[in-house]
């Protein structure tokens, strides 16, 4: 969730939608009542926040989210920490590595610590 916010604020059917388009929901079960819930936790502990609440024509309100400055610096951990420690759920996950730019992984002037190879 944290990724998709980083590439734009969406609301949480385009989320689900993301999910579903990038094929994640294929080692992921992802629920649209577990994803609110999630969008619930991660923005009660400040790494999302609501960036506006609205409604177009007769559509339902939708609330739209962005990542916190707190949010990316727990998703660069996160991708470090995962990166660093390779185990079998990295490989699922490094399908969106491609994504983050180098020194945001490994860090400005460090290198890789390990191979994956």
């Known amino acids: 969730m944290l990724a ?3 590439e734009s604020p969406m609301h ?3 989320m689900h939608k993301l999910f579903h388009e990038r094929h994640k929901d294929e ?3 992802l629920k649209r009542g577990s994803l609110y819930h999630a969008i619930y936790r991660v923005e009660r502990v400040g790494l999302i926040a609501v960036l506006r609440t609205g409604r177009t024509g ?3 309100e939708r609330t739209t989210y962005r990542i916190t400055a707190r949010g990316r ?3 660069v ?3 470090r920490r995962m990166v660093g420690a390779p185990t079998m759920e990295v490989f699922c996950h ?3 590595l491609h994504r983050r730019p180098r020194n945001l992984l490994i860090g ?3 290198s890789n610590q390990k191979s994956l190879t």
């Open 108 to 110: 400005p002037g460090r």
């Open 27 to 29: 080692f992921l079960a």
């Open 58 to 60: 007769k559509r339902p």
């Open 4 to 6: 998709l916010l980083r």
């Open 77 to 79: 951990t996160w991708l």
């Open 94 to 96: 490094c399908s969106q």
């Open 12 to 14: 949480p059917y385009q």
């Open 73 to 75: 610096t727990e998703l």
